[in-house]
């Protein structure tokens, strides 16, 4: 169905106008000024139009370049969430792994630690075993050498580990090494050996009561006469003589020979009593001989006071043989006597401290 229109009403006809007074006519200057300013209203509408024209375009191709670049910030925002989701990712992984290195390396850590101190525990309980069984041998064997060994090859061994939680112990060996060595220890050993000088002497020292054998000087014999001027015979006859005659009173002063004793008893026993003399020293020596390696140093003084005293009392003491096996005896007499040790407390007393440190 269409809708019907309402027709308007015709005009009425209307009544023509009477005629009335006529205006007077407009001059034609007005009609220019109104033309020349219609038409620059004309022209002011044209190019504002145009302006706004201009306007609207460059508002739409910056409406434009503003959608783009809005939608290139989308696009990058998104881009830089996506990144910053990944480095989060990242960084959380990262993270994990970073406790579990701290938990490897604190574990790890540990196990080093626990291995340096059972080292060092080791090493402290070798040294302490080491200084102990050292210090009983210098006291058995009555010398320091054990102790001094232990003292160096303790402090060796300390200074290749290189631990300075055992620079203390180190130092205290020094002072140990130093004192021990201080103390002058006796060497059985070398007294040994110098009473086996001694014993070896004894055969051949010359006793008051044997006879001196002195060595005469052999007569030197004339130069020989040239063959072509030879001797008379009775220069030989004199010279033969002559010789004859100082032998015989070199046996002569031999019979007569005066000495100066300063024990009497020496000259009372008899020349074949010599030999149980001799032998009497010489079981002496053996006997200074065995207390001093048994360490009875008691026994070993009396031993040689009393092989002493024969060597004083029945040697020639002009003779260098009785000379040396006396400064022989006086010297192992001087050393022979007991010394005490020292132990190696400053040591033992270092080590015992580390090993109560945990």
């Not at 406790?99 to 101190?117: K, M, N």
């Not at 006879?211 to 000087?217: D, G, I, K, S, W």
């Not at 008899?270 to 009875?296: D, G, H, I, V, W």
């Amino acid at each position: 169905m269409s809708a019907e229109t309402p027709q308007s009403p015709e005009p009425s006809p209307v009544a023509p106008a009477s005629p009335g007074p006529r205006a007077p006519a407009a001059p034609w200057w007005m009609g220019a000024v109104l033309a020349g300013l219609s038409l620059a209203a004309l022209g002011l509408a044209w190019q504002s139009q145009t302006r706004v024209r201009e306007l609207e375009q460059e508002l739409v191709r910056r409406q434009a370049g503003t959608q783009s670049l809005a939608g290139e910030a989308r696009q990058a925002a998104q881009q830089t969430q996506e990144q910053v989701r990944d480095l989060a990712a990242k960084l959380a992984l990262a993270e994990a792994r970073l406790a579990e290195v701290a938990v490897q390396r604190s574990q790890l850590e540990e196990l080093l630690s626990s291995l340096s101190r059972s080292r060092d525990e080791n090493v402290v309980g070798d040294l302490e075993a080491s200084l102990r069984l050292a210090s009983q041998q210098a006291q058995l064997f009555a010398s320091a050498e054990p102790l001094v060994t232990a003292l160096k090859q303790g402090e060796e061994r300390l200074q290749r580990h290189k631990q300075p939680r055992l620079e203390g112990v180190r130092r205290a060996m020094l002072r140990d090494l130093d004192r021990v060595k201080a103390v002058g220890a006796v060497d059985n050993a070398t007294l040994a050996l110098r009473l086996d000088e001694v014993t070896r002497l004894v055969d051949e020292l010359p006793l008051l009561v044997e006879p001196q054998r002195l060595q005469r000087a052999a007569p030197a014999s004339a130069p020989a006469k040239p063959a072509s001027a030879p001797e008379p015979r009775w220069q030989e006859w004199q010279r033969w003589l002559g010789l004859r005659a100082g032998e015989a009173w070199s046996e002569v002063k031999d019979l007569v020979r005066v000495t100066r004793i300063e024990h009497a008893d020496a000259m009372l026993i008899a020349p074949e009593q010599s030999y149980f003399l001799r032998e009497n020293l010489k079981l002496r020596l053996l006997n200074a001989r065995l207390a001093l390696m048994s360490r009875q140093y008691e026994g070993a003084q009396a031993d040689l006071r009393a092989a002493l005293g024969l060597v004083e009392r029945y040697a020639d003491a002009r003779q260098r043989r009785t000379q040396l096996a006396m400064e022989l005896l006086r010297q192992v007499q001087g050393q022979a006597r007991p010394i005490q040790l020292p132990r190696p407390e400053d040591s033992l007393a270092a080590l015992a401290a580390v090993a109560g440190v945990r």
